[in-house]
């Protein structure tokens, strides 16, 4: 009992580290340049402008290719190694004012999140060492390859499922503002808490639905054997626009996403670190 409890208060007083709140706070800039830049690649597939894949990956390999980007890259990264480990350490002591099942879906976020910030951590210091392939590419062969094994389309099926899901959870805790218990809101002046709010509702609706779009693109690949479909956020996107009106709710989508972007600038402010 005593080294559990010693355990945990060194794993409290490592969440405490003002570096690693420092490393956080400019994770959130980082993360919402990354935002930023996908939503810039959003629009341009709107309107058939952009031969880069529409995601994350994109994003990040179109900042590299900028003047001092690769310096910016590895500047993102860091920040998002130290997200990472400060989501951790959410996942496994944090939350500890919430209770039931609220807490529990926050921790289980928060292990989510870890992944979500490793891989774009990774994924930004492949592209500073010329080494990141199409990340939309390598789904489509992975779920090629999946699907041509024992059972492998039902797991894809599963996996776009799970996504989906996600994808409207991310939604839903947009719309009902559920974000917010986060930040530090009575430190925001009125106004700076009015968009705040505004920001995160268009950004977590706008992120959801591509994520639920993509999941549901991943089912009906599996479902009609059509890896092509299986590309992730680059085929959402891409579908979208295909459709009637789908240039304009892409650049809605787009929009969206940018306001994502810049509610990761006030997170990096007004975050519970």
């Known amino acids: 009992m ?8 060194t794993a409290a007083q490592a969440a405490n580290s003002r570096w690693l709140e420092l490393l956080t706070r400019a994770g959130f800039i980082g993360y ?7 939503a810039w690649l959003a629009l341009q597939i709107a309107f058939g402008k952009s031969g880069e894949e529409g ?47 609220e807490k ?8 989510v999140r870890v992944i979500v910030f490793v891989w774009l951590g990774w994924t930004a210091i492949k592209v500073v060492q010329d080494a990141s392939a199409n990340a939309a590419n390598q789904q489509q062969q992975f779920s090629e390859k999946l699907m ?33 218990r986060n930040l530090k809101t009575g430190e925001m002046s009125p106004k700076t808490h009015t968009l705040t709010r505004r920001l995160g509702m268009a950004g977590y609706a706008a992120r ?17 054997y059509d890896p092509e479909k299986a590309r992730g956020l680059d085929a959402a996107l891409r579908t979208l626009r295909d459709q009637s009106y789908g240039p304009i709710l892409l650049a809605l989508m787009a929009l969206g996403i940018a306001a994502f972007g810049v509610y990761c600038f006030l ?7």
């Open 2 to 9: 005593s080294l559990t409890r010693n355990a945990g208060a």
């Open 55 to 101: 995601n994350q990956n994109g994003a990040l390999r179109t900042l590299g290719a900028q003047p001092m980007g690769k310096f910016l890259l590895v500047a993102i990264a860091v920040g998002l190694f130290a997200m990472a480990i400060w989501q951790a350490f959410e996942a496994v002591i944090g939350h500890r004012y919430l209770r039931g099942k």
């Open 148 to 180: 041509a094994s024992d059972g492998g389309r039902w797991l894809v099926g599963l996996a776009g499922l799970v996504l989906a899901a996600v994808g409207i959870g991310m939604v839903i805790y947009g719309l009902k503002k559920k974000f917010e």
């Open 104 to 111: 529990l879906f926050e921790r289980i976020a928060s292990v």
């Open 32 to 38: 919402g340049i990354v935002h930023l830049l996908f």
């Open 267 to 273: 997170q990096s402010r007004y975050r519970r670190v």
């Open 208 to 224: 959801g639905a591509v994520f639920a779009l993509a999941g549901l693109l991943i089912v009906v690949a599996a479902v009609k």
